[in-house]
């Protein structure tokens, strides 16, 4: 059994915590991955480190949120 995916769940657009621009990130995680994923990724407009606190179920992304990285 197989599910057909039009998009790839490591791929997010995000809002800049610090510029509010978007910009997109890579995940990277499995995509039979069930659980929470914190990385940190630099804005691409101003470089700052955008925290992104992602839930994951069985690779696809339930929720994403965006915080301060500098803490
Ligand atoms: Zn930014």
Redesign the pocket.
């Known amino acids: 059994m197989s599910f057909l995916k039009d998009k790839d769940s490591n791929h997010q657009i995000i809002t800049?915590?610090?510029?509010?621009?978007t910009?997109e990130i890579d995940l990277g995680i499995d995509e039979t991955f069930s659980g929470k994923n914190t990385e940190i990724f630099d804005?691409?407009?101003?470089?700052?480190p955008?925290k992104v606190d992602a839930d994951i179920y069985d690779g696809e992304v339930s929720s994403l949120i965006v915080s301060d990285g500098n803490e």
């Open positions: 800049c915590y610090f510029c509010f621009e910009f804005c691409e407009i101003c470089c700052n955008n």
